[in-house]
């Protein structure tokens, strides 16, 4: 039986970030996606997330700050992960003026919280993504669904986040990090640093995508999970 894959989300995403990849890998193995939404600390939904995840190993993949959950289970349970898999993220603790930023729509969103999500959506993905209704719509539904609590725990555990970056040389699995290179969250240069970090890491770089790769553009992520999982 071939090795279950494990998704991780990231801020305001759910089970429909990864409805592409998903649909694509099921019929040849398991393929759970984490909830993210309880915990207010990145170590506490790495725990969530180890309850929920397939028996014995599995293939890890997290996005953005599932990625962030994906470097703390590999910290709390190293021998469950058979291979890794960074999608637009990185190792590196809050800065300042991320967390300053941070607060910012946390005030936003006990007033208006879809406020939020418009705030977010150009960063999210390219001008031409932007245009797109039927993307824009699946990121507000995720975001919608999440909703405003969920939104708020995820925010303080982002802030209260280790540097990841002393614990990369101790990942002994197979890694491939993706980058997109017009990423205006993640950009390609910190996702290069963290693939140095990995021994052996593969980097990729998926062109005409912002943050949101899975769904800008799905294709190339499954093709490149394909290679990986290979």
Not at 2 to 18: C, K, Q, V, Y
Not at 21 to 42: K, N, W
Not at 199 to 227: F, K
């Amino acid at each position: 039986m071939a090795t279950p894959l494990f998704f991780l989300p990231g801020l305001l995403e759910d089970a429909d970030l990864f409805v592409r990849q998903v649909e694509h890998f099921t019929p040849s193995r398991e393929c759970l996606v984490a909830d993210l939404t309880r915990a207010d600390t990145i170590a506490g939904m790495a725990r969530d997330a180890l309850q929920a995840a397939p028996g014995g190993r599995f293939a890890l993949a997290g996005h953005s700050m599932g990625g962030y959950v994906a470097l703390e289970i590999l910290r709390q349970a190293p021998q469950r992960v058979e291979r890794l898999a960074l999608l637009n993220t990185h190792a590196r603790p809050d800065t300042a003026e991320s967390t300053e930023n941070r607060r910012r729509l946390m005030a936003l969103a006990d007033k208006d919280f879809p406020a939020v999500i418009q705030a977010l959506m150009p960063k999210l993905v390219t001008a031409q993504h932007l245009a797109d209704d039927r993307l824009t719509g699946t990121l507000s539904e995720m975001a919608l669904a999440v909703g405003k609590g969920a939104f708020l725990r995820q925010q303080e555990a982002i802030i209260g986040r280790i540097d990841s970056r002393p614990h990369l040389s101790k990942i002994a699995c197979p890694a491939l990090v993706v980058a997109a290179r017009h990423d205006a969250l993640m950009p390609v240069e910190i996702l290069e640093e963290l693939a140095r970090g990995i021994p052996g890491a593969r980097l990729a770089i998926i062109e005409d995508s912002g943050h949101v790769s899975p769904l800008e553009q799905p294709g190339e992520v499954t093709r490149l999970l394909e290679e990986w999982l290979a």
